[in-house]
């Protein structure tokens, strides 16, 4: 009985991440992820890693990292069959560290408010794409913000707003930052960073390119990073920040990946008595 419910439980993961999250992003990552929940032969597959390492998005990304995107289910049935084994060690020694730089749109108003200057901690950075909002240029249609002079090839990330947003006028002085994440991706690594761009769904190309023109503009001075866990190591990075800055802890997407919800409600905790 308990074998079958971690079965259903398991194709109504897939389910849900197709009408939930690929429907009217990723037409492919749909289909392909409605037809797992409806194979015995690929759920009996995944059910060989471990619960966390089930995720959809991490097992579409091994395959295509592997072998390209399969254009169906027979297609992916297949590279499972023959390649099984490289396909759960890739699973098994990767995670979804998707880095949408373009996420800076949505929290510089807030790091605009702060006093400045600022320092920061992102926790579960990837590979500290969103530690550079100072960067990168930003629209958001009643105003734009044009990148630094010397980031001539800098990605501008559009972005609707409505209510009574803080649209900045400037990007805040940024002093210091740093990135904290259980595996680090080393930006200088051509190897990483092709992991970070199967990361991006098939059909979004434009996050693709701003993907790479961030990963290019980082390279000339990349985020320094530190490979650690959220809970264990946060406060020492804190300590580390300068005294003379409002020190800004923050995460762009790591805590929908933590599990439980006791371990996210721990760094919650963590935080407020910081």
């Not at 592997?66 to 099984?84: E, F, M, N, T």
């Not at 579960?124 to 980031?151: F, M, V």
């Not at 996050?207 to 961030?214: E, I, M, P």
């Not at 802890?249 to 006791?262: C, E, I, M, N, W």
Request: charge should be neutral.
């Amino acid at each position: 009985m308990a074998a079958l419910d971690e079965v259903r439980r398991l194709a109504n993961w897939y389910t849900a991440f197709a009408t939930d999250e690929a429907r009217g992003i990723s037409e492919i990552y749909e289909r392909l992820a409605l037809a797992v929940a409806a194979s015995p032969e690929l759920l009996g597959f995944l059910l060989t890693l471990p619960a966390p390492k089930r995720q959809p998005n991490l097992f579409f990304a091994a395959v295509g990292h592997l072998h390209g995107v399969p254009a169906d289910v027979s297609r992916l049935a297949a590279i499972v069959r023959q390649d099984r084994e490289r396909i759960r060690a890739l699973m098994l020694s990767r995670t979804t560290q998707t880095n949408e730089p373009a996420r800076c749109a949505a929290i510089l108003p807030l790091l605009a408010t702060l006093p400045p200057p600022l320092a920061l901690i992102e926790v579960g950075a990837s590979a500290g794409l969103c530690l550079l909002p100072d960067r990168y240029g930003y629209d958001y249609g009643g105003r734009r913000i044009e990148p630094p002079h010397a980031a001539t090839d800098a990605p501008v990330f559009a972005c609707r707003t409505g209510g009574a947003v803080p649209v900045p006028e400037v990007v805040p002085p940024i002093i210091w930052r740093r990135g904290l994440d259980l595996n680090p991706i080393d930006l200088h690594s051509d190897a990483e960073c092709a992991w970070l761009e199967t990361l991006v769904w098939p059909g979004q190309d434009e996050r693709a390119q701003r993907l790479k023109s961030a990963i290019a503009l980082a390279r000339a001075d990349p985020p320094p990073m530190i490979k650690g866990d959220l809970l264990s190591d946060t406060q020492s990075v804190i300590a580390s920040a300068p005294r003379d800055a409002t020190v800004v802890v923050f995460h762009t997407a790591a805590l929908t990946y933590v599990r439980p919800q006791a371990t996210r409600d721990r760094f919650a905790e963590t935080m407020l008595k910081s």
